[in-house]
């Protein structure tokens, strides 16, 4: 039923299926103070949700800085989000925690709240040997869907770090966890990302591809993925969108040409530290005068002024503006 009442929402803007489109992945301003600034956020959700061809928008996950937010406030951008946005587009909430228990209280949290689709990332505690432990990862996965009748995306790390699943693994909690309808893919591997595509498209009950690999976005896309769920469509989701239906139409000289105007924001946004890629999406919306100001919260800091005119640079070089930043691409 909770999957349903997704589809209804989508095939109400007649954006066919939630898996099958761009999901962007919002940031969430800050004032100095570090407290969360309403009127900033609201402004940038309504612009997100403006853009035509999106099929949702997904809230509390890394570009909203999660590991930054108690749960209280967790639950108060899901508020927000939905008072702003109302029934108009579907809402994916975030799912980061270490412990299962804690997961599952998210995950009952979101559902009480309003979301329609959860996105589950890997507790950091299988970082330490977690990928010899495969039980570990499928008890996670069950006890989250045993607190919910959400549908869950699963979102998929690199190995190096040890926060990928095995793609037996990963396999198993798919088959095990039916409301599993789609997995985030940020393995980081083009040679793996194409298996799981494969391997996860002949399942008995196949699962949705959505490419996260923003870096490399036409590579992944060309390779089979239903659709996209990226950080980077918080500033760049008309790029995307462009993109990803050049894609499904087979026009690779329009998708190459989207894809050299994208170029620009990978420079801007995904250069070492990588965990700064977030801090950068807010300097650039800060510069086309979409956010008031750009605070990150704690580990996060301020980038250099040589970083910042760097972003600048590279939106001017991606042909964006106040004006066009969210605008549908002709």
Known sequence: QAEDGIRDLVRSRGLGDVYKR?????LLPFKSD??????AFRSHLCDLAAVEGISAITINAHSMEVHALSI????????????????SIPLVHGVYADGSANAAAIAKQAEAGGASCLLVFPPNTLAMGGQM??????????????????????????????????IDTLLKICERVPKIRAIKDWCNDAALH???????????????MLSTHSAWLLSSLVQGCDGLLSGAGSVIANLQVAL?????????????????????????FYEAPFLDMHNRKKEALHYLGRLPDAHVRPPLMKLTSS?????RHCMDAAGLSHNTVYQKVA
Request: glycine share 4%; aromatic share 6%; charged share 30%.
């Open 194 to 208: 194409e298996r799981h595509i494969r391997e996860l498209k002949s399942l008995s009950s196949p699962v949705n």
């Open 34 to 39: 570090m407290e969360i600034d309403e009127k």
């Open 244 to 268: 990803f239906e050049a894609f499904k139409k087979g026009d690779l000289e329009a998708a190459r040409s989207l894809n050299d105007r994208i170029y620009p924001t990978v420079r801007a």
């Open 72 to 87: 209280k406030e967790q639950a108060k951008t899901l508020e927000i989000s939905l008072d702003e946005l109302g029934s």
């Open 22 to 26: 761009q999901i962007p992945a919002c």
């Open 133 to 166: 432990r495969p039980e570990m990862a499928i008890r996670h996965f069950e006890t989250i869907a045993e607190a919910t009748e959400l549908p869950i995306i699963l979102f998929q790390y690199p190995m190096g770090p040890g926060l990928g699943y095995p």
């Open 307 to 311: 970083e910042i005119q760097k972003i």
